[in-house]
């Protein structure tokens, strides 16, 4: 009987919103962060007359934001296995310095540099999850530890000076996709775009045959059309202003890679056995443990591979900025910490997504570069992004502490609390519903 109650609830409404952004609190709660992305770009759209979405402009925030969001992308699984990395700039600045100097002093051909920075990276996270994971060592301590070591690494290498690097590795940090064609446009740009509307498209096409094929109940077609309609649409139209932006401009190679590892890196903590580990260990590491689940290894991966995207990082910086100084990597850790809270990570573990701390590095990306465009001094954008930083933090602990994990967790709790006020009563069924989905929900995640 409680069965046939269940298949009798109400669809439809805000329950088929919910749908388009995965249904789950933490999806809803991303939700709420690109609502804020959203209203903030608008906001300063307006404000500077345009300027914001303007093709320049847009470029310039995936050429200065990048090596910050692909920090993102590591700190967030720290962060999640309920560990944390402050020696991200450091590294990057070390790495770099290295990088430079060996194509400097020892000729070392670019693409041979990069691979050598990409192993520096390993070997310095290789050092520190030895410490964290096998000696026991918080990694509060050994990345505080490490951020002094490296930052010191970089000015005993480079002697507090900056080391210039060749215009053929500048690419990597400073170069666009290469134009052809006889449009007004980067050709390559919109094929691009079209690529990726079209994998929108097909990826929630292969959902729906999915789980029609496994018998699961699927969303109405309404919202797949909508949800779809949305993605591409935002896509083709980012893909059109980065196309017709000034002469020898598109898409910048930065912002490819960025986007190469946004879906390697969600694809990775989403649909492998390792990336369901590092959520497991950070939602409760003895319950993970004792579910044969390997801890150590878990810290161990999440370290090294924070310092390899690090030191891709520092590469990508030093490329834009065409040298490698000692001053490079100052504060990055903050900005890729803050991302991560501000993209719905909890500050206890076990709670994130790449693509969230992507949209939260967006969120300080844009409200720094909007109070730059109108002209506010670096004094009052500090104050602003260390209240936003403190807010998105404060609301996630007071969620928590109430059991309501969003604003739309509750909104949901009482549409569904009226629902079943207007079903009738089985008194057969002998089944009690449950007063708080969303509270037993997040008590359980945590």
Known sequence: MSTETSSTKKSGGFADIKKMFGGGQSNLRQFGILGSLIVIILLFQVLTNGLTLSPTNLINVVNQYSYILILAIGMVMVIIAGHIDLSVGSVAAFTGIVVAKAMADWNLPWPLAIVLGIAVGAAIGAWQGFWVAYIGVPAFIVTLAGMLIFRGGNQFIGQSTSVAVPSEFTYIGAGYIPDFGPFPFSTGTMILGILGAAWI???????????????????????????????????????????????????????????????????????????????????????????????????????????????????????????????????????????????????????????????????????????????AGADLVQIIKGLVLLIAVGVDVWSKRQGRPSIFGIWSQRRKARAAADEPVLESSGTVLPTNDNASAESLRS
């Open 201 to 375: 498209v097909y990826n929630e096409w292969h959902i729906r045959r999915v789980q029609k094929k496994m018998g699961s109940t699927s969303s109405p077609v309404w919202v797949s059309v909508v949800k779809v309609v949305l993605l591409a649409g935002v896509i083709l139209a980012a893909a059109w202003l980065f196309a017709t932006g000034r002469v020898g401009t598109s898409f910048p190679i930065s912002g490819i890679i960025l986007v190469a590892l946004v879906i390697l890196y969600s694809f990775i903590t989403r649909s492998t056995i390792g990336g369901r580990h590092i959520y497991a260990v950070g939602g409760n590491r003895l319950a993970a443990t004792l579910s044969g689940v390997k801890d150590r290894r878990v810290d161990f991966f999440v370290m090294m591979n924070m310092s390899v995207l690090a030191s891709l990082a520092g590469m990508i910086y030093v490329a834009r900025a065409t040298a490698s100084g000692p001053q490079d990597g100052n504060g990055w850790e903050l900005d890729a910490i803050a991302s991560v809270f501000i993209g719905g990570a909890a500050v206890s573990g076990g709670i994130g997504t790449v693509i969230g701390s992507i949209v939260g590095g967006l969120v300080m990306a844009f409200l720094n570069n909007g109070l730059q465009l109108i002209g």
